[in-house]
């Protein structure tokens, strides 16, 4: 089979488009024929050998931890799923990921994929979807009627955080540039603030803050003096610490997001019933994941980027 594999850390010049060996699955694990993959900004950490520490990879490493694929061969052991099922997964951290024509997975953590979307994009979904989900109700719990503060609402996770917020009853405020304005707001958001010309200031305080961007310490720590006594702060950026008052009873939560099978399941049917919307900026092949890393390390990926397997996959 054809796969995308990196043979030492480096610039995206080390990814190599090339013959490898399908893979057998052991027992609890599927084997998928990958419709796609997507393109996340911790791919080019882990190539990079920037996070080798957090996510130590074997080399040779096939990177791509979303999958939608189609149910090709059953492990010992696995019930629930059979031959010709199309499921979506959050793929371990450091096993051999999707960038391939066929992938293993442990089948607890994949689920049912939408119906009401191309199989190829259901590949956007699992790793922002859940980053969004465990960030606005495992760790913020957000609940109806309360204000939310959404910072770089204008990114991949982002656009599922403001539809889940507003899904969830939540009054939803949300900075983006001026480019993704217009989607934040077909969203859902009930404001949206251009934080490239204007200080992010808001009416009243809010619940939580959800910060999705990479801004320097001082400009979260004036963001999070906008959150309630009592309120949360909740950061997804690794690189900066999250602040908290605990003068004022604010806590400060790290988002640190795991696989979970009946979470994106909840997800999917969110996107079956219309409340969800899988937006994909781009489509492109495999062989051209190279490329796509390296527009990205020139900051020319906006969106969600879909990475597509063979087309004779018939996905």
Known sequence: MKAVRFHEYGDPGVLRYEDVEQPVPGAGEVRLRVAATSFNPVDDGIRGGYLRDVFPVTLPHTPGIDVAGTVDALGDGVTGVQVGDD???????????????????????????????????????????????????????????????????????????????????????????????????????????????????????????LNFARVAPEELAALAGLVRDGGVVVNTVPTIETPADEERGVRAVGVFVRSDAEQLSRLVALVDGGDLRVDVAERVPLAELPALHAKAADGGVSGKVVVVAATDNDN
């Open 87 to 209: 499921l979506v997964g959050f793929l371990p951290m450091v096993a051999d990921g999707a960038a391939a024509e066929y992938v293993i997975a442990p089948a607890e953590i994949l689920a049912p994929a939408p119906t009401s979307i191309p199989l190829q994009d259901a590949a956007a979904l699992p790793m922002v979807g859940l980053t969004a989900w465990q960030a606005l109700f495992d760790d913020a719990g957000l609940t109806a009627g309360q204000r939310v503060l959404i910072n770089g609402a204008g990114g991949a996770v982002g656009a599922y955080a403001v539809q889940l917020a507003k899904h969830a009853g939540a009054h939803v405020i949300a900075t983006a540039s001026p480019r993704s304005s217009e989607r934040v707001a077909s969203a859902g958001a009930d404001e949206v603030i251009d934080h490239t010309t204007n200080q992010v200031t808001v009416d009243e305080p809010v619940d939580v803050l």
